[in-house]
């Protein structure tokens, strides 16, 4: 189905929970203040997520586990009380020209196995890192503007195999890049 310009507000799961293969289109919505995370895509849900205003969740702005792979372009994603965007358990997702900025963690997280795919976002002025891979995450980043994050610019773990390439990385609290045994 198609979700265009609705407001997504307040709700105590995800404001949006795709699953099950599920491949809906989410457009110029503003998904809002919910008690969990703004847009769940998991067990090989898809979706084009595209020109949405994520806002102000209480986990992170979009949450991708368990294969769930979703193309997510042109969103304003800021403010979550957890990441702007989170990739767990192999989740996966295409993230491209999105603005993610001012969230209470980090901008990007991948853990777990996951492997999503950041290219031409600006990721900026979140409370902890611009980007972190953790605990055996992957993650392809190419050509992102990483700038004024309170953290590092890049956080890696020596567990972590993240793919990082043409983004420029800059102004940020504390490292540039960040790489530590842990």
């Known amino acids: 189905g198609q979700f265009r310009e609705n407001v997504i507000s307040a709700n105590t799961g995800a404001g949006v929970e795709i699953t099950t ?22 067990s090989s849900g898809r979706g084009v997520v595209s020109e949405n205003t994520i806002k102000a969740n209480q986990a992170d702005g979009i949450l991708t586990e368990t294969a769930g792979a979703p193309v997510v372009d042109k969103n304003d994603i800021l403010e979550q009380v957890g990441n702007g965007v989170c990739s ?51 993650g392809k980043f190419t050509d992102n503007q990483i700038f004024g994050n309170l953290d590092s610019g890049f956080r890696s773990s020596s567990k972590a195999s993240p793919t990082v390439t043409k983004n420029v990385i800059r102004a940020n609290q ?9």
């Open 21 to 42: 293969a599920a491949n809906p289109t989410l457009c110029k919505n503003r998904i809002q203040q919910g008690l969990a995370s703004g847009i769940y895509v998991h």
């Open 174 to 182: 504390l490292a540039g890049v960040h790489c530590a045994n842990r």
């Open 88 to 138: 767990l358990k192999e989740g996966l997702g295409t993230f491209t020209c999105n603005r993610v900025h001012a969230n209470e963690a980090n901008g990007f997280c991948v853990g777990s196995a996951a492997d999503p795919s950041a290219s031409r976002n600006e990721i900026f002025e979140n409370v902890k890192a611009g980007c972190e891979s953790k605990g055996e995450g992957l």
